[in-house]
């Protein structure tokens, strides 16, 4: 290990969707002290950070991430006496905690906004540009959540740019009066003692000056959301993006070891990705949807993931499960349905890789995407993007509230209807059922986040993908103490690989069966080995 390796490049974190992790007052929302009722858990589990996920005063528009008042809890989560009695206990189990932070963007009822609208003080603090001539938007942007990147406003006569929902207008970031607001805003939460921030969509904060048109992408078949006709060259990943991140950067050293991860979100997943975490004024790390996109698990995914990281190419973070996409183990069965053994391989896998590692609310347990009937969906996205069918609960499903008992409301909640609803195929998997189980997934991460800990290649050292079977990824870590290899056979079929004189099986979670310097793997098992 590194001899002053920082703790955010040793540490396991784990993110919490507060809206469903445990509700504390009957509401059918989860909520701040419901989260800081469950933390001994997660220090149980052994993580070693949270990320906590937007609950800050907002109309809900996109569940948080339209936020219009950065300093204040909304009443549905709490109170900012709620928040700092989360940090404090956390603080007390030994847990980080860091932050989301939504600065590409506010709520439209956000007063920044309201202002701006309105020709204020604040008039050049959102992107605002007039129409065509012919009264079409400024230029042939779309949004994320799909239709052009511009809504007209009466009042100013003007269009306003929103890379997402019409109520999420952006912010102006050529503006210094608005990063300095942000930075203030990031202050706030640091002398509260946050030990960092999520930074949501790191690399929209700046778009072309000239707001100049996107480059077409051609499709054989047209794609669910307009936003995927184009290359987003000109309102994203602009290089005035990163002189900003410079500036948050400076602040959080000022403030000792706080540490900041980037949500990157482009056309080149990886490239973006290291791009953003190069040099000693970059973010601290920051992952990509390269994983969180896939739709198979194969070795050739990690190893591509893993290709070109360097000393100079910055730190990344990995993840398999977030808030935004359906759950992995659902994601990569290819297709089938999901199974216990291969998310096994695929969180071993995970926790294994160079790079800090996310775990996801209920990525410990193996939960499936769950089921959301149309008539109970809440994301915008999916409402919007609706085509029918299986799989069309979008974000959704991966939202659900948390299962801690196998018992009628998953003891989430004591509300006869909750925000959304518990997926029954859930309750089965449940806290209390896997934690008295010894071959549970929640065992097994809980068994290999304990190996990872005291073993410190796994957490700073080098990576080398090595040649392997079909089927099977195959990698060495080492440092200066000790070097193992890491073996995963991903492909669903029983496999074996020739491992050097005097390897041996370290004892861990995982299976396999050395003999006569073979390693014999069963379908989805996995070894580490350390070598001499």
């Not at 290990?1 to 929302?29: H, I, L």
């Not at 990163?242 to 403030?255: E, M």
């Amino acid at each position: 290990m590194e001899a002053t390796a920082p703790w955010w490049k040793c540490a396991v974190f784990y993110q919490v969707y507060p809206r469903s992790f445990a509700d504390s007052n009957g509401d059918g929302v989860g909520d701040l002290p419901g989260v800081t009722g469950k933390l001994a858990y997660l220090a149980d589990l052994g993580v070693d950070a949270v990320w906590l996920s937007p609950f800050f005063t907002s109309p809900m528009d996109d569940f948080g991430y339209d936020v219009s008042d950065y300093r204040n809890v909304d009443p549905i989560f709490g109170t900012l006496a709620d928040f700092d009695a989360l940090i404090t206990e956390a603080h007390h189990l030994g847990l980080k905690l860091i932050i989301d932070q939504v600065w590409a963007h506010t709520s439209s009822r956000h007063p920044w906004f309201e202002n701006s609208d309105s020709d204020g003080e604040k008039s050049d603090w959102y992107v605002w540009a007039d129409a065509r001539p012919d009264g079409t938007p400024p230029n042939n942007w779309q949004a994320s959540f799909g239709g052009p990147s511009w809504t007209w406003s009466p009042r100013r006569r003007q269009y306003y740019l929103h890379n997402f929902l019409a109520s999420q207008p952006d912010l102006n970031f050529w503006n210094p009066a608005v990063q300095d607001a942000i930075l203030d805003v990031a202050r706030f939460w640091l002398d509260r003692g946050v030990d960092g921030f999520r930074l949501d969509v790191a690399n929209y904060y700046c778009q072309d000056a000239r707001l100049r048109d996107n480059p077409v992408l051609a499709h054989a078949r047209a794609p669910s959301t307009t936003q995927a006709f184009q290359s987003h060259v000109f309102d994203r990943s602009r290089p005035e993006t990163l002189d900003f991140i410079a500036r948050v950067r400076d602040l959080l050293d000022s403030y000792g070891d706080r540490m900041a991860v980037g949500e990157i979100f482009d056309g080149d997943m990886l490239a973006a990705q290291k791009l953003y975490t190069q040099g000693p004024r970059a973010l601290h790390t920051a992952y990509s949807f390269f994983l969180l996109h896939a739709r198979h698990a194969d070795p050739t995914l990690f190893a591509r993931a893993l290709a070109g990281w360097g000393p100079a190419d910055g730190w990344p973070s990995w993840s398999l499960g977030n808030h935004d996409v359906p759950r992995f183990p659902t994601r990569l069965a290819g297709g089938g349905a999901p199974d216990a053994a291969r998310t096994k391989a695929l969180l071993a896998a995970l926790l294994c890789l160079r790079g800090t590692p996310f775990l996801y609310q209920g990525d410990e347990l193996g939960l499936p995407q769950a089921d959301v009937p149309f008539e109970r969906l809440r994301d915008p996205f999916a409402i919007t993007a609706w085509a029918g069918g299986a799989g069309g609960s979008g974000r959704d499903g991966a939202r659900t509230p948390m299962p801690w008992r196998d018992a009628p409301g998953g003891g989430f909640s004591s509300a006869a209807r909750t925000w959304l609803p518990l997926d029954p195929e859930h309750l089965p998997l449940a806290v209390d059922s896997q934690w008295e189980d010894d071959g549970s997934t929640l065992n097994f991460t809980r068994a290999l986040l304990a190996f990872r800990r005291v073993h410190s290649p796994l957490q700073t050292g080098a990576i080398e993908v090595l040649a392997a079977p079909n089927g099977v990824l195959a990698f060495e870590r080492r440092d200066a103490a000790s070097r193992l290899l890491c073996v995963f056979e991903l492909a669903g079929r029983a496999s074996h690989i020739a491992v050097p004189a005097g390897a041996r099986v370290l004892p861990s979670p995982l299976a396999g069966d050395l003999s006569d310097g073979v390693l014999r793997l069963p379908a989805f098992g996995g070894s580490i080995l350390a070598l001499s």
